[in-house]
């Protein structure tokens, strides 16, 4: 009679590919963390470098030599750049991208998108601190007066957060497409000239524009982080087989 003998998979290799995976998000979470942690401490740094200051020599150096392109066309692009930025079409850009999430069952990346609003109050917060005046029109050239204060730049900390964070909505969760990669472009370039707009009009100095990259991209960093984690999984029952999602991110 011979003997039977039972085999089993050894548990440590069934448990490699979860440990992979978390030495992964480790990584990750640390790396995210060392850069807001420098995002923080360059926003910081300005913040009181410049509270109640004027424009520095590097700030009109800037501002003027942008202005140097002085050409219709490129003025109204400019402008064209900051309408978003702009009540009430940024509550309308808002509430549109949150309803389009919601209509393609996207329930989770809707709370998040109204999350980057809390990047807006953050900014306004700032600014009651550093109570840093705006350029005037006897330094460079000012479209028009805002009465609000300079430091950090709103518009560019609200396209960074909210079309950032759609940007990535649209990388992790939809199919490669043409489509896609146009949508991911034009919010793209909508982040990347929001700050030259702003410098361009006379609203801000590039020092504001700056603290506001700095703030936008730290928050952002976060909110993508804590969404890594609360979706860890593709939701199952929301996903229509036309809708093109495609999975979450671990």
């Known amino acids: 009679m011979s003997a039977t003998v039972a085999t089993t998979e050894p548990p440590a290799k069934a448990s490699t590919p979860l440990v992979a995976r978390r030495r992964v998000v480790d990584r990750r979470a640390r790396t995210v963390a060392g850069v807001v942690a420098l995002l923080g401490l ?5 913040a009181l470098t410049l509270r109640t200051a004027g424009g520095t020599t590097f700030d009109l150096a ?17 402008v064209a750049v900051s309408a978003p930025g702009y009540a009430p079409w940024t509550w309308v850009t808002l509430w549109t991208a949150t309803t389009a999430l919601l209509v393609g069952g996207l329930w989770r990346e809707a709370i998040f998108v109204l999350a980057t609003e809390g ?3 953050l900014a306004a917060s700032v600014k009651l601190f550093v ?10 050239r000012v479209a028009s007066a805002l009465l609000d204060y300079s430091f950090p730049s709103g518009h560019v900390v609200g396209y960074v957060t909210l079309f950032g964070f759609l940007g990535f909505v649209l990388f992790v969760r939809f199919k490669r497409s043409w489509w896609r990669t146009l949508g991911i472009a034009v919010l793209g370039a909508l982040i990347g000239l929001v700050g030259l707009s702003r410098v361009h009009l006379g609203y801000h100095w590039a020092s504001d524009v700056l ?4 703030l936008g991209t730290a928050y952002l960093l976060v909110l993508i ?11 199952e029952s929301h996903e229509s087989p036309g809708s093109g999602v495609v999975r979450a991110v671990a």
């Open 42 to 46: 360059i926003f910081v740094g300005l």
């Open 62 to 78: 800037v501002t003027r030599a942008v202005q140097q392109i002085d050409t219709p066309a490129f003025t109204a692009l400019m």
């Open 119 to 121: 990047a807006g109050l």
């Open 131 to 140: 109570e840093r005046p705006r350029p005037t029109a006897e330094a460079v």
């Open 211 to 214: 603290g506001g990259y700095a």
């Open 225 to 235: 982080e804590i969404y890594r984690l609360v979706a860890a999984r593709p939701t």
